[in-house]
């Protein structure tokens, strides 16, 4: 029976694993940093991922044996305090995995992101495994964790498994510091009919990916015969590309009145350093990948 432990669990994803898990029956324990607004229907612990004594205590009380650990410093607030952001984002998954040797758990998920290329890395249409020089603390620490998977996995018989998420699009869940999160933040201005002042400029194309797609995605890769999965580190998966000028014209077609103004800042500078596109033939042909949703289908949902 698994018994999993979600960590960053009031996050974007961590919401949307949460109703997952219950909905499936599957035991969840839910932590953050902070209480939850609203109650949860499953339980919750205050943790901080960066104490590792009291993940320990957690993990052994619940008798947890999977781990969700989906605490991030994302890439534009990162980028505001890179020190914090490469503690945090480090220092948390290394007590991840020191618990997770100790408590012998049987399987973790960490994520990686799109983050990790660069401009080496063909933008174009990047492939599994290109030239990997990201930009951000955000990106440099995710390739390191993603170094730590292989080592880790190896040197203690682990089973450490993550996945390259593009920007990923919710409406019940909010993101929070990243540099996709503009999809979600125009989305909400134009439906109210108000302007809405875009981070990016209007031709800034990067990969998006449906939550729906990202939780079933996710749980159908964790789930795989560990024999199949050939990508050592972590897999590409992408949904669809667009630009936020294409974004409007969908949202204006949509019915949609307000504007949007284009002022890009730093975080311009993150995204022409990230894929346009992404190829994830690997995960299609290794463990069955499969997005769903395209920017039509995500945008339905918007509109229900
Ligand atoms: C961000 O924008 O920082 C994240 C990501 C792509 O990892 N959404």
Redesign the pocket.
């Known amino acids: 029976m698994e018994r999993v432990l979600i960590t960053g669990a009031l996050g974007q994803l961590g919401h949307e694993f949460i109703k997952f898990f219950i909905k499936k029956n599957i035991y969840v324990l839910a932590s953050d940093i902070r209480r939850p607004e609203e109650k949860l229907n499953c339980d919750f612990e205050i943790i901080d991922a960066m104490d590792n004594k009291r993940l320990n205590v957690v993990v052994k009380k619940y008798n947890i044996n999977t781990i969700y650990h989906l605490v991030a410093v994302?890439?534009?607030t990162g980028e505001k305090n890179p020190f914090k952001s490469w503690k945090v984002n480090m220092e948390s998954f290394q007590n991840i995995i020191e618990v997770s040797i100790e408590n012998k758990i049987k399987k973790i998920f960490w994520p990686s992101?799109?983050?990790v290329f660069g401009t080496k890395s063909n933008l174009e249409n990047v492939s599994q495994d290109p030239i990997l020089n990201p930009n951000t603390i955000?990106g440099i620490s995710k390739l390191a964790g993603e170094k730590l998977i292989s080592y880790y996995n190896k040197k203690y018989d682990l089973d450490i498994r993550s996945l390259r998420?593009?920007?990923?699009i919710s409406f019940e869940s909010k993101?929070g510091g990243?540099?996709?999160?503009y999809v979600m933040e125009m989305i909400e201005s134009l439906k109210k009919g108000e302007d809405y002042i875009c981070f990016l400029e209007k031709d800034t194309r990067l990969p998006m990916l449906y939550i729906e797609d990202a939780i079933l995605g996710t749980i159908k890769f964790m789930s795989s015969k560990k024999k199949n999965l050939n990508v050592k580190e972590s897999y590409n998966i992408t949904g669809f590309s667009i630009t936020p000028e294409e974004l409007e014209l969908k949202l204006k077609e949509n019915g949609c009145i307000g504007n949007v103004i284009y002022r890009p800042d730093y975080r311009n500078e993150i995204a022409k350093t990230w894929p346009k596109n992404i190829n994830d033939k690997i995960s299609k042909e290794d463990w069955n990948w499969k997005a769903n949703f395209g920017l039509n289908s995500t945008l339905e949902e918007a509109f229900k």
């Open positions: 994302l890439s534009a992101s799109i983050a955000y998420y593009p920007g990923i993101p990243g540099t996709t999160d």
